[in-house]
């Protein structure tokens, strides 16, 4: 259970920087998928994988650092330096 709420705290922060950018829509959650690798935007737990592709990041949120268990995470397209 406390695993969980680190992902959904951390999937919180990430999904209110991209309402930010306009890569999702203002309400929408962060997308939980079966698979993230073919989303651009997705989190999968069963796969301990995070796809946030082609969303003009600048910067991560701190918030992602919460996710200690990832194994995956795809940040192809972004802006990030």
Do not use: H, K
Request: some cysteine.
């Amino acid at each position: 259970m406390r695993v969980l709420m680190a992902y959904t705290s951390a999937l919180e922060g990430l999904a209110g920087l991209l309402r930010e950018n306009g890569s999702l829509a203002e309400g929408e959650p962060f997308p939980v998928v079966e698979a993230p690798l073919g989303e651009d935007v997705g989190f999968c737990a069963e796969e301990a994988a995070l796809s946030i592709r082609r969303c003009g990041l600048r910067a991560l949120p701190d918030s992602l650092s919460q996710l200690a268990d990832l194994r995956q995470l795809d940040l192809t397209g972004n802006r990030l330096t």
